[in-house]
């Protein structure tokens, strides 16, 4: 059973940083794209980040390029976004998602098309960013 798990979120003061962790297991960690997305309160969900496990290769959206890190460890099965230079339009809950297909993680987390195609989420984890 493929199961993804966010956790890392937490209060931070703008200008600060977080890191938040998603713990992957029940598949072939490096044969799957795992995305960052977020969701504001009334906002749709959007994409933030992916990263191709197989071969490290990374996608930032404009939003948070220069900003945010993504990274995985396939020794420990784990996804990280290191977030740096918060922003209070950072907070939402962050969830990660996961999908063999590449192509849909990074349309989704382009916004060219809906979070809907990827096939496996995790629980979210709330960032509050306090100005």
């Known amino acids: 059973e493929v199961q993804l798990q966010a956790f890392g979120g937490g209060l931070v003061q703008a200008g600060g940083f977080l890191r938040l962790s998603c713990a992957a297991s029940?598949?072939?960690?490096?044969?799957?794209?795992i995305g960052w997305f977020r969701q504001a309160p009334g906002k749709e969900r959007e994409g933030v980040s992916c990263?191709?496990?197989?071969?490290?290769?990374?996608y930032v959206a404009d939003s948070v390029k220069g900003r945010f890190t993504i990274s995985s460890d396939s020794t420990t099965n784990t996804v990280y976004l290191q977030m740096n230079s918060l922003k209070p339009e950072d907070a939402a809950v962050y969830y990660c998602?996961?999908?063999?297909?590449?192509?849909?993680?990074?349309?989704?987390?382009?916004?060219?098309?809906?979070?809907?195609?990827?096939?496996?989420w995790g629980n979210g984890t709330l960032v509050t960013v306090s100005s």
């Open positions: 990263i191709r496990n197989s071969d490290g290769s990374t």
């Open positions: 029940g598949f072939n960690f490096d044969d799957y794209t």
């Open positions: 998602g996961a999908d063999r297909k590449t192509a849909s993680v990074l349309a989704a987390v382009a916004g060219h098309v809906g979070h809907h195609v990827v096939n496996y």
